[in-house]
């Protein structure tokens, strides 16, 4: 089965920054058609919500609260995706989780914790 490992979230302060990185079992970013992976994020009682998308042609979506702070980028080879978040704020706490799209199925995560606290 298709799997998803995640690291790299913790606890920063206020306009700290954080590096996620999702590494899939399978090739998803090196096929043609619609696949590619990225981010979702949930904080408590909020449902879960894009933050960031790129296919393995380097097209990329954003949620308009993370545009300029937030870069996704990808290693086609590693079957690997990245999310650097820069000027983290109190409100990107969440937790973070990868998903890969591949043939029209999504697979998750198991999501990582990223907590933006004094």
């Known amino acids: 089965q298709v799997q998803l490992v995640e690291s790299g979230g913790g606890l920063v302060q206020p306009g700290g920054s954080l590096r996620l990185s999702c590494a899939a079992s399978v090739s998803i970013l090196s096929l043609s058609g619609i696949n590619a992976m990225g981010w979702y994020r949930q904080a408590p009682g909020k449902q879960r919500e894009l933050v960031a998308l790129?296919?393995?042609?380097?097209?990329?979506t954003y949620a308009d609260s993370v545009k300029g702070r937030f870069t996704i980028s990808r290693d086609n080879a590693k079957n690997t995706v990245y999310l650097r978040m820069n000027s983290l704020q109190p409100e990107d706490t969440a937790v973070y989780y990868c998903?890969?799209?591949?043939?029209?199925?999504?697979?998750w995560g198991q999501g990582t914790q990223v907590t933006v606290s004094s």
């Open positions: 998903i890969g799209r591949r043939f029209a199925r999504d697979y």
């Open positions: 790129i296919t393995g042609g380097g097209i990329t």
